[in-house]
């Protein structure tokens, strides 16, 4: 039988390796994306782009409808940065914008996908979180408030759906050479900074879903093997 996967924010960097990467294999793919170009994407590789806005959860709910009756593979991928580092000066359609993305539309993903996969027993979703996710990035505090907030949902979560034969892990890359860095980009090779490729961080990705063991946060750094995160207990 035909894999089938959904995978966010699909229109470039880490969601597009990841879904070149499985459809090589025989994947099925369900790409996802506000930029119109996963519609090309998707044309190359066989499969089927849905385009909108995911802070939306109606676009969750047809981005799994599109897959049809069987999913096996969610990748909740899309994310955007923010520019405020001061919450006094923080634009609020731009606050709401970034969370709707990389918080909000988590959870429509999975509010979504989850009974598809409970109906058949089975699935893995991996989403894509951040080293913001396990430590403050000053430059960056509200992008780090809702990775902080998709590492909480996946150590929260895991467990239960892991008895209901669902795998459910984050990824959390360094800083990675893709369109959503693209403008920083020189300045950070220029401060020495190094960067991920995105088909790095796709790699590390396909491996969970493969094989990653539920709760898995798995660090992945540039010139690093990637290791799973193991956070402290409370004293």
């Known amino acids: ?61 047809v981005a799994i409808a599109t897959a049809g009756e069987r999913l096996d593979l969610l990748v909740l991928n899309a994310g955007i940065n923010s520019v405020d580092k001061d919450p006094a000066e923080l634009d609020l359609d731009r606050y709401h914008a970034v969370v709707g993305v990389n918080q909000h539309a988590v959870v429509w993903g999975l509010r979504a996908a989850l009974p598809v996969m409970r109906r058949q027993g089975s699935g893995s979703i991996v989403i894509t979180a951040s080293h913001a996710g396990i430590a403050g ?22 467990g239960r759906l892991a008895q209901e034969g669902i795998r459910l892990s984050a990824v959390c890359p360094g800083l990675v050479d893709t369109p959503l860095t693209a403008g920083g980009r020189e300045r950070f090779r220029a401060a020495g900074i190094p960067m991920l490729d995105a088909d790095e961080v796709a790699a590390a990705v396909e491996g969970l879903l493969r094989d990653g063991d539920p709760g898995t946060e798995l660090v992945v750094r540039p010139g690093k093997p990637a290791i799973r995160y193991i956070s402290a207990p409370i004293p």
């Open 137 to 158: 990035v000053p430059q960056d505090p509200i992008y780090t408030m809702t990775k902080h907030a998709v590492i909480g949902l996946v150590r929260a979560l895991h």
């Open 1 to 61: 039988m035909t894999e089938t996967a959904v995978i966010t924010g699909a229109a470039g960097g880490i969601g597009e390796h990841t879904a070149r990467r499985l459809s090589a294999r025989g994947v099925r793919c369900v790409l996802v994306d506000r930029n119109p170009l996963v519609e090309q994407v998707a044309a190359e590789l066989g499969g089927d782009a849905v385009v909108g806005d995911l802070a939306d959860p109606a676009l969750s709910r």
